[in-house]
């Protein structure tokens, strides 16, 4: 099995520590900037949304529709990017608004939306890439190290025939494409921000419409992402996906520092 390049290795602790240190580095700055204006509460109850509502409830919707549609969906690129947007951004935006208008009702303000924000898009990087780079680093080092066969002994020959192909994936990849999860989980994560914003909006100025605005940008971002990743690079679909949320997040945050001016 081809050892893994340092390179590699690198961009994975990269990815790992974006993944697992940064959201709890910015709830506890965040915490401690704002003290008296946010309850840690609020980071949590964005977590165990993303949870209920993106890995729980979304998923059993995924697999009734492929049930019911066979391949229609996932055998077309275009309509799966588009069912998948739209799929993601209904499920995370009605469980950001539930959580806001419901759980968070006494708490809600500018500062608690921003850090269950933090939280929301805090538990996706820690549970959908965390978890994936600790298996991968740990992988990694036991192929270089040359203790992976000793390991592989106790499963039968189709098994190890098996797990030797998919890590074997770590050996030949790219050592950008381990940089590059991390990079894109900055952008999903201040993303998660500008979208619970939107719903904090949503509830202070009872505007459906906001609403139905975050479940559209969240359907374009993510079906941006899977378009743009087979017509060009994966770096530069990256770059453009990073560059539009903080253009958004900008847009955002002047349109709000002048509202609050004229108030």
Avoid at 19 to 42: G, Q, T, Y
Avoid at 74 to 93: C, K, R
Avoid at 224 to 237: A, D, F, K
Wanted: hydrophobic letters at 55%; glycine letters at 6%.
């Amino acid at each position: 099995m081809t050892p893994v390049s340092t390179a590699s290795i690198i961009g994975m602790i990269f990815t790992l520590l974006i993944s697992l240190i940064v959201p709890i580095a910015a709830c506890i700055v965040l915490v401690l900037k704002w003290r008296k204006k946010v309850r840690i509460s609020s980071f949590f109850i964005g977590a165990c949304t993303f949870i209920l509502f993106a890995m729980i409830l979304e998923r059993i919707f995924h697999t009734l529709i492929f049930r019911a549609t066979g391949t229609l969906i996932t055998g077309n690129v275009w309509l799966y990017a588009l069912y998948g947007g739209l799929a993601a951004g209904l499920f995370e935006e009605t469980g950001r608004l539930v959580a806001m208008k419901y759980v968070m009702k006494d708490t809600l303000s500018r500062e608690n939306a921003i850090l269950y924000g933090v939280g929301h898009g805090g538990i996706e990087a820690m549970l959908i890439i965390g978890l994936t780079y600790i298996n991968n680093l740990l992988y990694s080092l036991l192929i270089n190290s040359g203790a992976l066969p000793n390991l592989l002994s106790a499963y039968d020959a189709d098994t190890q025939q098996t797990l030797v192909q998919q890590l074997s994936v770590l050996g030949s990849l790219p050592s950008q494409q381990f940089y590059l999860a991390g990079i894109e989980r900055i952008g999903a994560m201040l993303f998660h921000i500008v979208l619970s914003y939107l719903i904090y909006l949503t509830v202070r100025k009872n505007n459906l419409r906001l609403y139905v605005l975050s479940i559209f940008l969240h359907a374009f971002l993510n079906a941006g992402v899977v378009i743009l990743s087979r017509t060009v690079s994966v770096l530069l679909s990256e770059i453009i996906m990073l560059l539009a949320v903080v253009l958004l997040a900008a847009a955002l945050y002047q349109h709000e520092k002048t509202n609050r001016k004229a108030s």
